[in-house]
Nanobody, 123 residues
Framework: QVQLVESGGGLVQAGGSLRLSCVVS????????MGWFRQAPGKEREFVAS????????YYIDSVKGRFTISRDNFEHTVYLQLDSLKPEDTAVYYC????????????????WGQGTQVTVSS
């Protein structure tokens, strides 16, 4: 069973930056694509970004392109999400998850989720 532990969230003013981390336990990390998701109050969880197992392929939803950057450290079993130029609409709980197929991450159909990390952007 993979375990996911997200951290790095906080309260930041609009235009500010945060760096989120997700530490993944289990041997499957190195062969898994990773994704970041977020859930704003009163809304469904949405896919934000993904990265292939070797970091060679990344994908972002349009609303975060040019502002967020996903990366990973396979030695540390960690995936990162750098959040720059934050906007109030980025306020949400951010989660990560894993899949052997990068393209499946966009659907977010997973039974297990970590506790997430709260990002709050004030205007």
């Amino acid at each position: 069973q993979v375990q996911l532990v997200e951290s790095g969230g906080g309260l930041v003013q609009a235009g500010g930056s945060l760096r989120l981390s997700c530490v993944v336990s289990g041997r499957t990390f190195i062969t898994s694509a990773m994704g970041w998701f977020r859930q704003a109050p009163g809304k469904e969880r949405e896919f934000v970004a993904s990265i292939s197992w070797n970091g060679g392929s990344t994908y972002y939803i349009d609303s975060v392109k040019g502002r967020f950057t996903i990366s990973r450290d396979n030695f540390e079993h960690t995936v990162y999400l750098q959040l720059d130029s934050l906007k109030p609409e980025d306020t949400a709980v951010y989660y990560c998850n894993a899949d052997r197929v990068q393209g499946r991450l966009r659907y977010g159909s997973y039974d297990y989720w970590g506790q997430g990390t709260q990002v709050t952007v004030s205007s």
